[in-house]
């Protein structure tokens, strides 16, 4: 039987506490993240949340071990590959993707990297002078020319598509051009609550735009209520007021005199009366 080191033990044991410990837990891939980048992120995401890099394996022992306390939280396993941790906080896993998705920069490539969008370069000066960047641009496939005494990018090009490899000079151009086209940092894959795994498709939601849509659901649906005669404690007072204000508007077109309408019926007879005079003195 192979020999299991005493700290693994112990770093399981912390592990499991810290998953039975706050009430939402997410594992985040952290690979390919320079150390300098990575500890402005844990910064960042430090008042909030508790982050712990480990081995997957351990990681994996952890969610077990804590997954006879709290049902499901080892269906999170599924979600751990490559270089993983766990983030543990009591914030809302919307607002955790989104506050880590803040933290997301973009950097320069190196080559050989996919490229997640459409790679451009737009139409316009450059900072080179005129001299031999103008073949080396041309040699990876960027317009260039000599234009006015300036190295000009003459249209604009896709220069790596989306889901393709970057090749090495290409990058190296893209980096003298200060094209920065890598997004590095930490990648929230799931997170578990009360039960429930929420992955990463689900989470990623614009949350200006998502409210926007609730609260014009929610003004559709109080006018809805309003012309239907709903009655609730949102809409009985707008209900009360639209009932006045359409009781008092046909006591008036009908002439029902009261202490509500008198002294807009006298006002009205006074402007009739008025109009009435100014005919016969025509």
């Known amino acids: 039987m192979a020999h299991i080191a005493e700290w693994k033990y112990g770093e399981v044991k912390e592990l499991t506490a810290l998953l039975t410990d706050k009430k939402i837990i997410g594992i985040i891939g ?45 269906a999170l396993k599924e979600s751990v590959n490559g270089q993983s941790a766990i983030i543990a906080t009591d914030m809302n896993p919307f607002k955790l993707f989104a506050q880590i998705k803040s933290t997301r920069t973009m950097a320069p ?61 290409v990058a ?24 429930d795994i929420f992955k990463a498709d689900v989470l990623d939601i614009d949350i200006d735009e998502f409210m926007g849509r609730m609260k014009q659901a929610s003004s559709n649906a109080f006018n809805l209520a309003i012309e239907t005669g709903w009655i609730n404690e949102l809409t009985i007072q707008p209900l009360l007021m639209k009932a006045y204000n359409n009781a008092f508007t046909l006591a008036c077109e ?29």
């Open 254 to 282: 009908q002439g029902i005199v009261n202490k509500e309408t008198i002294k807009h019926l006298v006002s009205k007879a006074n402007a009739n009366m008025l109009a009435l005079k100014n005919k016969t003195n025509q």
């Open 109 to 169: 490539a190196r080559g050989g990297e996919t490229a997640t969008h459409d790679i451009m370069v737009r139409a316009g000066d450059t900072p080179f002078k005129p001299g031999p960047v103008v073949g080396e641009l041309q040699k990876v496939g960027i317009p260039a020319a000599i234009q006015e005494g300036k190295v000009v990018i003459k249209t604009d090009k896709v220069i790596v598509p989306e889901g393709k490899k970057i090749p090495t000079d």
């Open 172 to 195: 190296q151009m893209l980096a003298r051009l200060e094209i920065f086209p890598v997004e590095i940092g930490m990648t929230l894959h799931a997170v578990f609550e009360d039960g």
């Open 30 to 74: 952290m690979g390919g993240i320079p150390a300098p980048q990575m500890q402005q992120m844990r910064s960042g995401l430090h008042e909030n949340a508790i982050v712990r890099s480990a081995k997957n394996k351990l990681i994996f022992r952890a969610l077990d071990e804590a997954g006879k306390n709290v049902k499901g939280l080892n």
